[in-house]
Structure formats: C-alpha cells, structure tokens
C-alpha cells in the first residue's frame, strides 16, 4: 500500500539501542477500508481510494456519497483519500488496512494542515529583522517601504507583507519510521509532522533518491 489515513497523538521521545534519545512523533494511521479500486481500463489511471475508520459514524452524508460507499461495500466514512498505485495492486472494495501496512526503517512523507497563527506581522511571518529600538525609532517592527518611486508607481505582486498565517496544507518528506504498534495501530516517525495533536494526516511511501 502506497499510503494511509490517521491522526496525529502527540510528540514523545525513545531511546535507541545506543542510548541516544530519538525524537518522534506518534501516528495513530487507520484503520482504513478501501473504498474504490480504480483500474486504467475503467479510469485511466491506477489508484486505490481509502477512507479512515472511526469510531463515530458520519453524518449529513450527501446522497452522491452514500451511493458512492454502497458501491463499495462500505460504511460511509468523513475523510477519504486516493493514492496512486501498481497494476499489480491486489486491494480491492472492502478490504481494510492497518498500521502493518508499513515496516520499520520504511521512509514516509506525511501530509497535515498546519497550526493557524492568525493575522501575522511581517517579523513572525517573514522573519523580518525589524528597525532599531531605541528611544525615538518609528521602525521596529514595520516592514518599512514597499513603493518603487515615480515609476513605475505601484508595488509588485508577491511582497512580503503582514498577512494571515499558518493553517496550510505542509508535507514533510523522507521521515524514517522507528517503531510500529500493530495492536494499536500507532506508527512512530523521527522528526516533527505539520498540525495540532488530533489532526488528520495522510501517510505516503517517500520516493526517496
């Protein structure tokens, strides 16, 4: 399987075999049951779409979806996702995936929606070093000018200026997976994964060079 659906628990530290100490973050990743298996004779392209298994049942299903999932042989899940895969994929409707999916030492780039900052200066968004600080300075965290004289008379597009911050989609790419909880279905990548504790995430195999 080229990827999965979970949610992000939290940041912890282990300890590896050497006693050097391993920050990660822990994935709670599926269940999930595959939905739709698309085929290049059917679709034009192969893919596997999955959704995540939760202990809540969705609601306000729209009537597209609800027949969408009866096709498959499936409950109605809220986050649904579609990743490419081999010809040779054997996943079929109905099937489900767990967290063993994937191994230790495999490298995986995680997909999440980052914290929302809010309205931002341009000294945290941009990292703008500021004006002086001293008694009489009108520059201390203003962006300072932005215009282009008499000509040609008008600020061009894309300058870096205050603005609403964070709450994007951020992909972290090549984290190496340390442990794997197959009871529990929790995978422990090194390194940090973008979004607050209890966020959705989306797990791919990296294509690692």
Partial sequence: MEGM???????????GDQG???????LELGPCMV?????????????VQIGLVEKNAAKNVTKPMQGH???????????????RVDADCSWQAGEELKASAFAVEDFVDVTGEAKGKGFQGVIKRH???GGKASHGSHHHRSPGSIGQSAYPS???????????TGGNRVTVKNLRIVQIDEEKN?????????GATGSYVSVRRAKKG
Wanted: charged share 25%; glycine share 14%.
């Fill in 69 to 83: 999932f009866d096709k498959g042989g499936v409950a109605a899940m809220r986050r649904v996702r579609e990743f």
């Fill in 154 to 164: 008008r600020v061009f597009p894309g300058a870096r200026m205050p603005g609403r």
């Fill in 186 to 194: 929790l995978v422990l990548v090194r390194g940090a994964v973008p």
């Fill in 35 to 47: 939905v739709q298996r698309k085929t290049a004779e059917t679709d034009g392209y192969e893919a």
């Fill in 127 to 129: 990292g703008f070093g």
């Fill in 5 to 15: 659906l979970g949610k992000k628990v939290g940041m912890t530290q282990i300890f």
């Fill in 20 to 26: 050097e100490m391993i920050p990660v973050t822990v």
